[in-house]
């Protein structure tokens, strides 16, 4: 069964210090959503790809973080500088083109930042 | 403000039993509702999808009710086995193809 794969799964780094989330949705799916999971909290969305372009970053705190899917494909997360306040799991979610609502979630990346 | 509310509490229930969770939310009209299940260290698993015009939706020992008048989702694990002791998080999408917005989630504890 096709899986969202993510890497890496864990990440230590010290605050000020740069830090970049890999996700290879599942093949064919058009939607690639990253979402930020603090410790006892649900998800919430960080930003929503369709194919190559930005759908929705309203929540992405842009000063530091950025993302991008350049060939509608793969994308990656950035984080720079990292703070203290950003240690949480990063996870990555897929959909199809139309049709299904289901997300398709990855195993996910859990962050710490010291 | 948009407020989706799950108890924070885990529930703690012995196998065999029906286990019940609530999803409130406020300030929200969702085109669909789903219910994800969460193993620790894990991404969100999808298990039901529920749209605003239906009532009831059942997979295997799994219900899963929808009440746009109370604003309410239940969700029902009936006769639980301790293999169901995750995290449930529900999540409500406004339209088509927009975002989950995910309520924090309940935790369930299955005791043999």
């Known amino acids: 069964e096709a899986e969202v794969a993510q890497s890496p799964r864990y990440k230590i780094t010290e605050k000020s210090q740069a830090v970049a989330f890999w996700c290879d949705p599942i093949s064919g799916h058009a939607t690639l959503y990253w979402y930020r999971q603090i410790l006892g909290q649900g998800p919430e969305l960080l930003v929503q790809?369709?194919?190559?372009?930005?759908?929705?970053d309203s929540q992405l705190p842009k000063d530091r973080f950025s993302a991008e899917r350049l060939k509608g494909v793969d994308s990656t997360l950035k984080i720079q500088p990292a703070e203290l306040g950003d240690s949480a799991m990063y996870l990555c979610?897929?959909?199809?083109?139309?049709?299904?609502?289901?997300?398709?979630f990855g195993p996910g990346t859990r962050l710490l930042v010291l | 403000s948009q407020k989706i509310e799950q108890n924070s509490e885990a529930l703690n229930i012995q196998e065999g039993k029906t286990a019940t969770l609530t999803c409130n939310y406020t300030n929200y009209s969702p085109a669909y509702l789903q219910w994800y299940r969460q193993d620790p260290g894990r991404g969100p698993v999808f298990l039901l999808l529920i749209r605003e015009n239906e009532k009831e939706k059942r997979k295997e020992r799994l219900k899963v009710t929808f009440d746009t008048t109370l604003k309410q989702s239940l969700f029902h694990i009936t006769a639980s086995q301790p293999a169901d002791s995750a995290t449930y998080l529900c999540?409500?999408?406004?339209?088509?193809?927009?975002?989950?917005?995910f309520g924090g989630g309940t935790r369930v504890l299955v005791k043999p």
């Open positions: 979610a897929s959909r199809p083109r139309s049709g299904e609502e289901t997300q398709y």
């Open positions: 790809f369709q194919d190559e372009s930005v759908v929705d």
């Open positions: 999540a409500l999408v406004k339209a088509a193809g927009n975002k989950l917005t």
